[in-house]
C-alpha cells in the first residue's frame, strides 16, 4: 500500500486548505483512511478518519467543526478539508491507511506540510 499525501502550503489564519490522500496497491473497501499531524517536539496527533466502506468519519476535538474528511473511493482518494485555521494548526500532516478492525496504522504517506501566518 502507498499513500500520497499532498495539498499543503501557506495559508494566513483563517483561511482555508484542501489536502488530498491518494492510496494505490490494494483495494481498499474494507479500509479506515487517517488524517494525523505532527509539530517538532509534539507526538503526532490524531485529526480524523473516515471509513471508506461507508464514509463514516471520526474528528478529533480540535478539528471538530472546521475540519471535513471525505472520499472519492473511485479515485482511492480521501481529503482533508480545513477550514478556519489558527496557526495552531501548523504542522506536518499525514495521511494513514489500515484495515477497518485494526487497532494500528501501518501504512503512512510521506507528509505534508501546511504553515498558517498569523
Known amino acids: 500500500v502507498q499513500l500520497q499525501a499532498s495539498g499543503g502550503g501557506l495559508v494566513q489564519a483563517g483561511g482555508s486548505l484542501r489536502l488530498s490522500c491518494a492510496a494505490s496497491?490494494?483495494?481498499?473497501?474494507?479500509?479506515?483512511m487517517g488524517w494525523f499531524r505532527q509539530t517538532p517536539g509534539k507526538e503526532r496527533e490524531f485529526v480524523g478518519s473516515?471509513?471508506?466502506?461507508?464514509?463514516?468519519?471520526y474528528y478529533a476535538d480540535s478539528g471538530k467543526g472546521r475540519f471535513t474528511i471525505s472520499r472519492v473511493n473511485a479515485k482511492n482518494t480521501v481529503y482533508l478539508q480545513m477550514n478556519s485555521l489558527k496557526p495552531d494548526d501548523t504542522a506536518v500532516y499525514y495521511c494513514a491507511a489500515k484495515i477497518f478492525y485494526a487497532r494500528e496504522y501501518p501504512y503512512w504517506g510521506q507528509g505534508t506540510l501546511v504553515t498558517v501566518s498569523t
Open positions: 496497491g490494494d483495494t481498499f473497501e474494507s479500509y479506515v
Open positions: 473516515i471509513r471508506l466502506s461507508d464514509g463514516r468519519t
